[in-house]
């Protein structure tokens, strides 16, 4: 399974993401969305998951998602801190679910990192340039239970 991951594009739909999620089965937002109309620009290339960030409109979007994709559970997020300096709501929920991948945004730097068998990861931020950060979003190919293949691309 092919699955783009982005976050904080606040408004903005890059050209480079339809080349780069061209191909993708699934689209998982972390936040900061902007405006409605980013997600129906994702949903033109794929079915699309997104959480709100501390950026968007409360009660419009759920702030977490629990998903699961070939038997692999994903936590999809805005905030959680760091990987290895999580916030505490995150670290009681990682503790109790046991997720195998941890989805969020909301830094603008993207990273991916395994701490204690979780891979997180954070796409980085695909909307306008900020915090002197390149902007960047990351794809992911789930190939049963083999290690996923993930990349982050600078756009």
């Given at each position: ?8 594009t606040h408004g903005m ?24 109309g980013v997600i129906e ?57 046991k997720p195998d991948f ?54």
């Amino acid at each position: 399974m092919n699955i783009g991951l982005i976050s904080d594009t606040h408004g903005m739909v890059r050209p480079e993401v339809f080349e780069l999620f061209n191909g993708m089965e699934l689209i998982l937002h972390a936040g900061d969305i902007g405006d409605g109309g980013v997600i129906e620009e994702l949903k033109v290339i794929a079915p699309v998951h997104a959480v709100g960030g501390n950026n968007d409109v409360l009660g419009h979007w759920e702030e977490r998602l629990e998903l699961t994709f070939g038997n692999r559970l994903f936590y999809l997020t805005h905030i959680i801190g760091s990987a290895t300096k999580l916030e505490p709501g995150i670290k009681d929920w990682i503790a109790q679910k046991k997720p195998d991948f941890m989805i969020y945004g909301h830094t603008h730097k993207a990273a991916v990192d395994l701490v204690d068998g979780i891979t997180f990861i954070n796409p980085g931020s695909a909307g306008k340039r900020r915090f002197h950060s390149e902007p960047t979003l990351a794809t992911m190919t789930l190939n049963g239970s083999q290690s996923p293949d993930i990349n982050i691309h600078q756009i």
